[in-house]
């Protein structure tokens, strides 16, 4: 209901906010104070991102229905995680002698949905504006399927190859070689400084990195994991990182960055 659930100003969300008529800004905002203009959301973006606030609060937070919802958005991302937490939470309800028929069936329906996304051609999975089009967005979400472990090997291996590794796209290349970019490098809107129009994230490796492992692409998680750890060891525990040259970016001392660092060093 709002991109503060998922990512913000990522691209794949530029369309269902230009819909919205932004509010009047009367705060100064605070990020603005230690970070550069070029690496934030804008203030028509927020002037939107507090019209849905607005809009929303208007109807206590839950909207009857989508179309009462400014904003209403199908998130690969955000139901990949739900998918994974579900199958998480029915994992520790076995441990614990049973109960989770409710989680178990909410991973499957979840699983469903995010399979039928696939896209043959894009290697990728399409995303869906309950407002507007699906289609695939040249954003990172459009491969956090993956974490979920909906990708057979076959479809884990063109997604990897074609779209998550591609020089053009999301992978490595000469000219930015650190990886993975949440927006793609052959898109319009990408900007390699701007928030999640670009940058290097440690979280977003992460689930790439266990994904891979999941759908059977152990190597290629092992390739992305010693490539994130090198950014660590280079640029240190940044919120995101300059994927041209590694330069860290937004806060500093990033709690998630330290956290996933240990996780990826065991």
Known sequence: MHPWESADNAPRFDAALARIDPRELTFARSDRKH??????????????????VDRLRERGYRPASSSEAPFA??????????????????????????????????????????????????????QRDLHGDD???????????????????????KLFSESLWSRERFG????????????????LAYEPRRYW?????????????????????????DELRRLTVRLLETSGFAEYYDPRTGEPLGSGDFSWSAALALDLLA
Do not use: M
């Open 197 to 221: 129009r670009g940058p290097v994230w440690i979280n977003v490796n992460w689930f790439l990195i266990r994904g891979l492992r999941r759908c059977g692409l152990a190597d290629e998680a």
């Open 135 to 157: 289609g695939t967005t040249e954003t990172i979400a459009d491969l956090f399927p993956l974490y979920a472990g909906v990708a057979d090997e076959r479809q884990a291996r």
């Open 73 to 126: 958005y199908a998130d690969l991302a955000f139901n990949a995680i739900l998918a994974a937490s579900e199958e998480d939470l029915a994992f520790l309800f076995g441990e614990l002698g049973g109960g989770g028929e409710r989680a178990a069936a909410r991973t499957a329906r979840l699983h469903t949905a995010l399979s039928a996304s696939w896209d043959e051609t894009d290697a990728a999975y399409r």
């Open 172 to 187: 490595p290349s000469e000219e930015s070689p650190w990886a993975v970019t949440t927006v793609s490098k052959s898109s």
């Open 35 to 52: 970070l550069a203009d070029d690496e934030r959301p804008t203030n028509v973006e927020y002037g939107r991102y507090l019209a849905i």
